[in-house]
Every structure is written in C-alpha cells, then in structure tokens.
C-alpha cells in the first residue's frame, strides 16, 4: 500500500518524497548562477581602466585577473613589487592583448599611512588627467597584517 506523504509546503505525493524548499532553491540558485557566468563568460571592456589595491594576493589577485580577462587596463597597488611584476605577466596572458590597447602595471604603495596614500593618489590623478583617461574601475582588498 502507498502512503501519502507530508512534505513541506502541504504537498502531499503518494509515497514519494518531493525535493525540500532547500533542494529547490539551491537548483534554482545554480541555474542562475550558470547563467550568469555564461553571460559574463566573454564580455568584453576593453578601454575601461581599473585600480586594484592589494592586488598581488588572494581576493584582489582573482579580482585584476578576472578584469584581465574582461579586457580592461588593470593597475595594481600594492608592497610586494617582485610579485606585482609576476601578477602582471599573467595579466597580459590572460587578456591576449597583442596591440597595446590594454596596459597593465604595478605601482609600489604602502597603504599603511595616509601620507602614503595622499601621495599615491595624487599622482594617479595626475596621470589620469594628462593621459585624458578615467578610473572605472576601482577595488581595495588589501590586508594590513
């Protein structure tokens, strides 16, 4: 004999357990997931200009490269300056730019003082100015330890 079911929501299946609330929306979560990254999966931004502080590890590190990928001039702020120099050797790998539209670099930076930071920004707004370009981007994932 079958039995009825209870499951959440009051739905009642004759002997068979439905996917719970959880199951459903966790399907539904992926599923949009999936579209999201297929949709972002080739996009294209090139001439757009980033800023990426804390840039040479971890969370900013993916961060650089994913704008890397999505065409956009990435620069990096950051202590570490050999690891700046290797984060931008990948940066210029994984946006396969061969005709000089999209420039990555890396700037030494210490964000641990305001001085510094003053400093710092300063001379990006001048840069910008004079190269009549805009920051479109800009990320701050450094860990001060």
Known sequence: MIRPTRVLGGAVLAGLAAPSRA????????KSLDSIKKANANISL????????GGTSGIGEGI????AKAKVSVTIAGRNETRGR???????????????????????????????????????EDELKTENKTLDFLVLTQGIA
């Open 23 to 30: 199951q459903c929306l966790h399907t539904e979560t992926k």
């Open 86 to 124: 290797e984060i931008v050797t990948e940066l210029y790998q994984l946006s396969g730019e061969e005709d000089g539209k999209i420039q990555h670099r890396f700037i030494a930076c210490d964000t641990s003082t305001m001085k510094n930071i003053d400093r710092f920004c300063a001379s990006l």
């Open 46 to 53: 090139t001439g757009k200009n980033s800023l990426v502080v």
């Open 64 to 67: 650089a490269k994913r704008l």
